[in-house]
């Protein structure tokens, strides 16, 4: 099977199959995910959902929370792992936004990787999911479907992922297709034991081709 098969059969099925897939975070505008997307490291979304309604009540604004300590914004944010260098991250980003962007969050990813807590994954899904502009986020879920279903070879790090999808994915659906991965990752094609009996891609699946893997 070529690689161009291949990605339109994945692509194909995903738009029988998951015809609505966006982000499981919880946000109202680009400020909201911005603080979301901060508080998601290493961190499942259903925590910073729960999160985030009193934080952003406190904070409603990049202004309100620019002017908060990392101290006061800890207060919020406790139950997240990593809450004191987030706390930082927030405030830090907020008084960036302010001060170098006039309080409107930045649209590149070039801009958005200058603000703390934001890096390259980061800075795709915020000119992604916010802005509507083509990009592929690469999490460890993207990284590793990508990888099982043959949509990339030989990729060896979050970057070359990257370069491989935007290649074959046409621009207008890399939106929808970096949730695609994402879900099917989370729920299906999970690290350990992937549930490929339950998985509608394993026809042309190269990991479940070659790894003798079967349930
Ligand atoms: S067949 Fe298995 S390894 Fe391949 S994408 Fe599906 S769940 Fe993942």
């Given at each position: 099977m070529t690689t161009r098969e291949r990605y339109n059969k994945t692509i194909s099925y995903f738009r029988e199959n998951m015809p609505f897939a966006e982000t499981e975070l919880k946000y109202e505008n680009p400020f909201g995910l911005v603080v979301s997307v901060i508080l998601s490291a290493q961190c499942t979304d259903k925590r910073v959902?729960?999160?985030?309604?009193?934080l952003l009540a406190k904070y409603p604004t990049v202004q309100a929370m620019a002017r908060a300590t990392p101290d006061e914004i800890f207060n919020y944010i406790r139950s997240c792992s990593y809450p004191n260098?987030?706390?930082?991250?927030?405030?830090?980003?907020?008084?960036?936004?302010?001060?170098?962007?006039?309080?409107?969050?930045?649209e590149t990813v070039e801009e958005l990787m200058t603000l703390p807590g934001?890096?390259?994954?980061?800075a795709n899904v915020i000119?992604?999911?916010?802005?509507?502009?083509?990009?592929?986020?690469?999490?460890?879920?993207?990284?590793?479907?990508?990888?099982?279903?043959?949509?990339?070879?030989?990729?060896?790090?979050?970057?070359?992922?990257?370069?491989?999808?935007?290649r074959h994915i046409p621009r207008n659906l890399l939106t929808t297709a970096h949730h695609?991965?994402?879900?099917?990752?989370?729920?299906?094609?999970?690290?350990r034991k992937p549930?490929?009996?339950?998985?509608?891609?394993?026809?042309?699946?190269r990991y479940y081709a070659t790894s003798g893997y079967r349930l």
């Open positions: 959902n729960m999160i985030t309604p009193d260098n987030k706390a930082k991250h927030l405030a830090g980003m907020a008084r960036k936004v302010v001060q170098d962007f006039c309080g409107q969050v930045p934001v890096g390259r994954k980061s000119t992604l999911v916010a802005f509507g502009n083509p990009a592929m986020p690469v999490d460890t879920h993207v990284f590793r479907v990508s990888a099982r279903l043959g949509l990339t070879t030989g990729a060896k790090t979050p970057l070359e992922t990257e370069k491989q999808l935007v695609w991965l994402i879900l099917h990752g989370r729920y299906v094609c999970l690290a549930k490929c009996q339950e998985c509608g891609l394993r026809a042309w699946c």
